[in-house]
């Protein structure tokens, strides 16, 4: 019976997929025939969709395993797949036993008289052995498909305080410049050590002084041109 192919995710499941994110709780997708270097059936959790939906954009972490990789529509289903029936070794087969043969056995003749033994010829030395040949060195066994890549992410500031990331698996560029929220870098710095954290907020002080420096100009021009218009009005 040939295997049911597993569909693939529609427009209705990435909403469904969004939604859950949205409500804290990583929904759970599993890889059909077309994701690469991955076994089909195995599960994952959803971590985040990006924009532009291009490509492969949603990133996903295969159950067993930390790396956050990502893909495609096509290669992620909601469908979970059957369990594998195993298939019983059949019954081994009853030995049939063999065939008595009966052999004819004539009787002996009589023994002839032995003629005078002949002198034997000297022995031959024996053949030198030719010289054994070395060995091949062994090859370096080749890489298992599908192991896991390098992941690179890369975060950048900007003077004005915005954020963007950089994510790349192996030689596979996944994102590029891809914009972010300056307190989720704040949150995430937290979590890692206390130099990093230091230097984020670092910038981060830095950018809200400007900020609030330029609200500041804002906020005189603004009661000036109150003050003018009050002035021409009265």
Do not use: C
Request: aromatic letters at 2%.
């Amino acid at each position: 019976m040939a295997k049911a192919k597993q569909n693939s995710l529609s427009p209705e499941d990435l909403d469904h997929l969004r939604a859950e994110l949205d409500a804290g709780r990583p929904p759970a997708v599993w890889f059909t025939a077309a994701a690469v270097g991955v076994e089909e059936g195995r599960s994952a959790k959803v971590l985040a969709l990006t924009e532009p939906q291009e490509g492969d954009f949603i990133q996903v972490r295969p159950t067993g395993s930390r790396d956050e990789l990502s893909f495609s529509p096509a290669e992620l289903t909601l469908e979970k797949p059957a369990p594998r029936k195993r298939t019983p070794p059949p019954p081994p087969a009853k030995a049939e036993p063999a065939p008595v043969e009966h052999i004819y056995t004539p009787e002996p003749k009589p023994a002839k008289p032995l003629a005078p033994a002949k002198p034997l010829a000297p022995a031959k030395p024996p053949a030198p052995k030719p010289a054994a040949r070395p060995e091949p060195a062994a090859r370096p066994a080749a890489r298992k498909k599908g192991a896991a890549a390098e992941v690179t992410v890369t975060l950048t500031s900007t003077a004005e305080g915005e954020w963007t990331v950089d994510l790349q698996t192996g030689a596979k560029r996944v994102l590029k410049s891809a914009p972010i929220a300056a307190s989720a870098v704040a949150q995430a710095a937290k979590l890692l050590p206390p130099e990093v954290d230091e230097a984020v907020e670092a910038v981060l002080s830095a950018a809200r002084e400007r900020h609030l420096a330029r609200v500041e100009q804002l906020r005189a021009e603004l009661a000036e041109a109150q003050r003018a218009l009050d002035e021409l009005t009265g």
